[in-house]
Structure formats: C-alpha cells, structure tokens
C-alpha cells in the first residue's frame, strides 16, 4: 500500500514551524502564485478532515485525550487526508501545499511523550515532501505574534494539558519552546529548508518562490488548456 | 505472598504506565460475529460476578472519544483503509486506557469481546502492511489469556441469517469486492479472516476454540481454561506450552479485590 515515489508525478511541498511563524500566509501566497500562473495546485492543512475533526474537537474540549489517542486521532485525520486528497492529487500530477506534514506530529507527539519510533512508524505510509519550508523564527518572535491582538491561547495549543505551569501564557512559552527544539533536531535528518521567519514576508516569499523555481520544474504542472481566461485572472 | 509476573505491551506501550501496578486479569474472546463470542463473554461474567470477582466488558467501537464519529463515518463507508484503521486504532487507545488499564489496576478481571487481532486481520486483508499495523498496536497489552472462537464460514452464514436475517456490510467484505453475490463474499471474507488468524496465532500463541459445538460445551471449555489463570497459572498467551505445563509455572496470584490504592 506505500507508495513508491517514482510513480508519483505531483510535487509535495510542506511547510512546517511554530505557530506565529508566519508559515500560513507564506503558504497562501505561495498557493495564490502557482493558481494564477495557472500550475495545478492543491492546498491542505493540518487536522482539517472534515470526518475526523469533529472526534478531535470533541476529545480536546472535554479534555479526553492523552499523548497516545492525541497522536493516534490525529494521524487518522491525517490518513484521511492523505488517503483521498494528497495521494489521489499526487497521482494527477498536482503540486500539493500542505500547511504542516507529518513533522508536526513528530514534534509535538514526541513532546508529548510519545515514543519517536511509533510516532515515525505511525506516519510511516506517507511519502516524504520533494522540498520541506522550515520557517525558523525565535521563541519570543513566534509569541508576540500569536498572542498580539488574542485574548486567550486554547488549551492544547499552550500544552495545559502538559502541566508545565497553570499560568497559560508561562505553559504555552515552555512547550512551544519544546517544539521548536524538536523541529531544530529534524532540520538535517529530514532536509529541511530553513526559511529566516523574521524577515518581511514578500522577501521570504520571494526566495521561497525562486527555490520553487529551481527544485520543480515548473511548466509541467500547468493546466492543459485555459482553465480560465488569463485577462480576467 | 506469590511473586507475579507483570504485564507486558506488544510494543512501546502506552506512556507512564506502571505495568507492575496491574493486577488484574484481561482475557480476551475473539470471533468473527455469530461465532458466539458475545453469548460466551455474557455467560462468563455472570459465572466470574457470581464468584466474587470484579468483571468489566469492553469491546471494539465503544469508547467515548470516537465511537459515536466512527459508526457514522463507517455508515457512509467513506474513508479509506489506512483511515478506519487508524480510528479503529484510536478508538482502541480510548478504551485502554481509560477503561482496561484503569480496571486491571484495581484488580478487576476485564473481559475484551474482541481486541486488537481482528482489527489488525480486518486491516492485513484490505491490504495495509502487517509490520504498520502490528507497529500501531504496540500501545497493546499482552493479555493473559485469548480465546478464539472458530466456526466455519458456513455455519456463520447460517447463525448470522437465524437471528438478523440479513448478512452485514462489513463483515461480508463487500466494501472490498461489491457483488451482488453477498453470501458467496461472505463466506470467502470469512475465510480470509480466518487464514488471517491462523498465522497469526503462531505469532501470538492464542487459544483456538471449536466453536462448531453447543454454547453449553463451549462455556465449559473456557471456565476450564479461565479457572488455571485464576488460580495462578501462566498466561497461554506465552506460549504454546500446554494447560498442565502452564499450571505448574510462576504462580500468578489472582486479583486482588480493588481496594482504591
């Protein structure tokens, strides 16, 4: 049932780092790019299946999950995705843009005290991304960002359910701080491309693109025929 | 004070669990649906209840966190295999942990109307890899004994047709070959699941129980066999080493009564 990456003709491009490391809108821009240079592209993001969410929002908002069944529903809204979307899409020779991958839940699982050899074996069926963003940005820039203009960060996203502190603010600062080291260590094991997240974003946008450029060979991807008038894109 | 032998994950197990500290017994009842699997595990809890011991069932698609998420999604059979492995798999982690692990540290005696082998045979026969799937139960624990009930494929057809008078979706195979040959699909999903276990019980070292007899001479079999793990006897999960040969092995004492520590 694993794929073997030579029948594949899609490109995957994921896109991984902190929350607040501004990874999202540079995904958007990127997406926004490829759909008007008319490129066949596809977009998914991170625990959005819309079967599976519903049991994770469920198990987050009455506190049922542990490390385990936190890991274990979320590789299954993963699967789900991954099993009618990425694959079918990489098949048809898309270039597919994933708003986290599969390194998200290697760092977060493994914070939470999941085993990092069943957590990569869990993930193990998913093919690896042809170019991976790491969106690098420092612990204190990635706060400000996400707790400006918030009046609240939501339970898990600030660890609670860790321990760590009860202060939210003091929790969420200690686990993401945890994360990002863990995203530091898979840098080199799984090549990822360092992206420095506090530079303006049309600069970061610009050296995104142009590796792009360089690692995809672009005009394969373009739609067969207008999908709609170029003067009116 | 008899020395026990602790429990055991197949794998890396479930984080932060003190395997020392279970004390009770999981004994596991495999079978395909009209294999008599449920009739047996109803018999035996009244037996072990009415004998004193703390019995609590559990069962495949029955934890709070997904079941309800589960059933609809496997009404509209729109997910993949991969997919309903994985929540099968979740809501198997559920259960474990806020119902077995839990039970067996206060000494209950936790009875599994199926566990993990059918989820893993029902994933090996729709095509996801052995090694994924047994590597997604190493959160399991190794249970002290596991019984599997096998009936002939066509003896499951009848019993299946006696009481609901229809054969089910799922369990005919048909998300896997839609025909309009339902029995026919039926009997050869069966099979398969069958094969399925019987390859595996080399790896796991399960009992087989005939379950081509009466529900009568069934339950007797496995009170003989529930009676040596209560009095102390080996799990047969260990191996393949007979009764006899397992009785006279490290004495297990048997659960002690939950006393809230």
Redesign the interface.
Known sequence: ??ESKKEIQGKLVAVEGLDGSGKSTQVYLLKRWLELEGYKVFFTEWNS?A??R??TR??KKRQ??????FS??H??DF??R???QILPLLHAGYIVLADRYIFTAFARDAVR???R??IR??Y??AIQPDLTFYFDVPLKTALERILDGRTRVKYHEAGMDMGYSKDPYESFRIFQGKINQEYRRMVREYDFITVDATEPPDVQQAKIREILETKVDLPLYKWHGPLFPRNLA | MTIEKPKQFY??G???VHLGQLKGELIVVEGADGSGRSTQIDLLKNWLERRGYPTVNVGLKRS???SR??E??MQGN??????L???Y??DF??QL??LIIPALRSGFIVLADRYIYTLMSRAIVR???PD?IR??Y??ALIPDAVFYLAVSPKMLVERNLRKHSVLDYWESGMDMHPTSNMYGSFIEYQRQIQKEFKSMQKLYGFETVDGNRSPRAIQQDLRTKIELILKGAAPSTEGKTDESDSAQRTARSAPAPADGG
Request: negative net charge; glycine residues 10%.
């Open positions: 049932m694993a299946s079967i599976v519903k049991a469920k198990g049922l999950l542990t490390s385990t069944t274990l529903i590789c299954t699967a789900d991954y099993e009618r005290g999941c085993d050899t069943w074996h869990l193990s069926y | 794998g890396k479930i984080p932060g709070m966190l997904v998420e589960l609809k999604a729109i997910l993949g295999t991969r997919t492995s994985l929540f798999a979740t982690a559920d942990e806020n095509g996801v890899e994924w590597d997604v190493g959160i």
